[in-house]
């Protein structure tokens, strides 16, 4: 199993671009979760989903939209990038939400300028 | 306001000692709680976890203890090992059914890092 991948691992944004961060895992887990952090900070939830087609708004939801169409994927979408928007992202995974491990991908660290 | 709060940005320990990772909690309804480690350009990996029902949890050299009095919890590594040096995050949940949307949702502490010393 390659447990959860992220891609790209590193991008440059102009602000005011768009970019789509990709998420999949093969665990055929049902939660999924995706979560920025800053330097210096712990991570903070942007969005988590329960199932194919189901999403809900985390902590710091603006400026992002997701999608759910399959188990396996979820991408982030930043529409109108900004600087506050630089971090790095982290997507994860999890069997079911309540005392289960979220298994987290390696991160896509992301720059706008 | 930070919920959980790690307020030891950083810890140096030599080899073979003992190492004490502290976590402190404001939200009353936290009952499940974590400790994730994360190297440098990796995401973080679970290591250990409590529930508010126990006050200690046991994983070979890793032990956490909860005082849900004091609203605080250590991580105890023991011998430490070069190889343990990493950042290591502190998470808290609500389990409870009554706590809403937010039910199961991971809230991070800052951090902190944990240097080993040969």
């Known amino acids: 199993n390659a447990g959860v991948t992220q891609t790209p691992k590193f991008r440059i944004l102009k602000i005011g671009q768009s970019m789509t961060l990709q998420c999949a895992q093969d665990m055929n887990h049902n939660y999924m979760y995706w979560y920025r952090q800053d330097p210096g900070m712990g991570l903070k939830l942007i969005y988590y989903s329960v199932g194919a087609g189901i999403t809900d708004k985390g902590e710091v939801p603006n400026g992002y939209n997701v999608s759910r169409s399959t188990t396996e994927d979820f991408p982030l979408r930043l529409e109108l990038a900004a600087p506050s928007q630089t971090s790095v992202y982290f997507c994860a995974s999890a069997r079911d939400r309540l005392q289960e491990t979220q298994y987290f991908g390696p991160g896509t660290r992301l720059l706008v300028l | 306001d930070q919920q959980v709060k790690q307020n030891s940005p950083s810890l140096s320990v030599q080899e073979g000692r003992i190492s004490i990772l502290n976590c402190d909690y404001t939200?009353?309804?936290?009952?499940?709680f974590l400790w994730y480690k994360k190297y440098p350009a990796e995401g973080p990996t679970f290591l250990i976890s409590?529930?508010?029902?126990?006050d200690k949890n046991e994983d070979g050299r890793f032990t956490v203890f909860l005082n849900k009095s004091a609203k605080h919890l250590s991580l105890h590594i023991v011998p430490s090992q070069p190889g343990d040096s990493a950042v290591y995050f502190c998470?808290?949940?609500?389990?409870?059914?009554?706590?809403?949307?937010?039910?199961?949702?991971?809230?991070f502490g800052k951090g902190t890092k944990l240097s080993v010393k040969p």
């Open positions: 939200n009353s309804m936290f009952d499940y």
């Open positions: 409590i529930s508010s029902i126990k």
């Open positions: 998470a808290a949940s609500a389990q409870r059914e009554n706590y809403g949307g937010s039910q199961g949702n991971l809230i």
